[in-house]
């Protein structure tokens, strides 16, 4: 009954692709309240620094995270930790900047990072990866938490590698498993919500996908855009009315409005199946998880190979991550009463 090749079959489109979002930020990191709209990035405390304050010798690494979020934290706290592991903390700082989901802080952000001269950015998820590219040709990017480099960067030809300034880390987990848990956990559903933000081009690419694994089992969709927070509420009140259950893929959007999802869908009483973790703790039963940290551990190394080993970042394949994990609400399910099978791991909450 199952897709024989469907994984073979989304990795192979994963290579053509790459995004969003596992631990929280610590000093490092910018909270939103750090960046005012439209304003140029602002030096960190302690563990950044600009570009005048850096000593002979250190590198100095540009962060631009597209906002705050649990996700987008861990890749962002992976990617410091292995270049301080790997450089050491007094040959390394950091300017990590946080824009609060708004794409002129973004790009106000990455030419301020390109107007100092950094040895390398970091583009933390799909829009400060674009707005970055957009800043400079020469400079070295490194993406994290993107799902499709090739829908983000408008290559048409894929091959794995961007052949310019750019390489870096996706988040993309296998869609066909994804796909595969929800016929798990519901195998009578006949009719799944596929919900996320339009304005987002990597949401768009897993909503497609998921929507041609449901095609394969014979399941009905709809899909359910928004064009921004603002019409979450009213979307997901129409879809619950609609739909079995719903499906949110790796959505900046959404991650950001778990509560709000989750005051419509608990009380409807339709399960949602979730992209990644953060969602899923915020509104989902379960997930097909990566760990963000993960990812940006891996930009991580990759940048110290371009910096310190003067790998060509234009012939660097996108990375992806290297184990996937089953994992469940334990407080939704409850409330939900669904009763997940072996192999699903709880998720830890605070």
């Known amino acids: 009954m199952r897709k024989s090749g469907k994984f073979i079959s989304a990795m192979l489109v994963a290579a053509m692709t790459l995004s969003m979002t596992a631990c929280g930020g610590d000093d490092a990191s910018a909270s939103a309240g750090d960046t005012g709209a439209g304003t140029a990035a602002e030096s960190q405390d302690n563990s950044s620094a600009s570009a005048g304050d850096t000593g002979n010798g250190t590198y100095k690494i540009g962060i631009l995270q597209q906002l ?8 962002t706290e992976g990617f410091q930790d292995a270049l ?3 450089l050491g903390d007094e040959n390394v700082t950091f300017d990590v900047q946080n824009a609060q989901g708004e794409q002129a802080n973004c790009s106000s952000i990455a030419t301020t990072f390109v107007s100092n001269n ?21 400079i070295p990017i490194l993406g994290t938490s993107v799902t499709d480099y090739a829908t983000a960067l408008d290559i048409d030809d894929w091959t794995g ?3 310019t300034n750019v390489s870096g880390t996706s988040d993309l987990a296998p869609l066909d498993q994804q796909e595969d848990m929800l016929v798990e956990l519901f195998p ?12 987002e081009p990597n949401s768009a690419y897993q909503a497609t996908k998921f929507a041609e694994y449901l095609e394969e089992d014979g399941i009905s969709y709809k899909e359910y855009t928004v064009a921004d927070s603002n019409d979450i509420a009213s979307v997901v009140q129409n879809a619950v009315s609609e739909v079995d259950v719903i499906y949110i893929p790796t959505d900046n959007t959404m991650a950001g409005n778990t509560e709000t999802i989750n005051n419509i869908t608990l009380p409807a009483k339709v399960p949602v199946i979730a992209g990644e973790e953060g969602i899923c703790s915020g509104c989902g039963v379960a997930t097909l998880s990566i760990s963000y940290y993960d990812i940006g551990y891996k930009a991580g190394e990759m940048a110290y190979e371009i910096l310190v080993n003067g790998a060509d970042i234009s012939t660097m394949e996108v990375s992806y991550a290297p184990n996937v994990t089953k994992e469940y609400n334990a407080e ?3 409330a939900l009463g669904i009763t997940v099978p072996e192999g699903y791991t709880a998720i830890e909450t605070e």
């Open 332 to 334: 939704i399910c409850e």
């Open 84 to 86: 301080s592991d790997l």
């Open 118 to 138: 950094y040895d390398l950015i970091l583009a933390n998820a799909t829009t400060a990866l674009q707005c970055a590219s957009a800043a400079t040709s020469t």
């Open 188 to 199: 009578d559903a006949k009719n799944v919500g596929i919900l996320y933000c339009s304005a």
């Open 161 to 163: 590698a961007t052949g």
């Open 68 to 75: 705050e979020h649990p996700a987008l934290d861990a890749a």
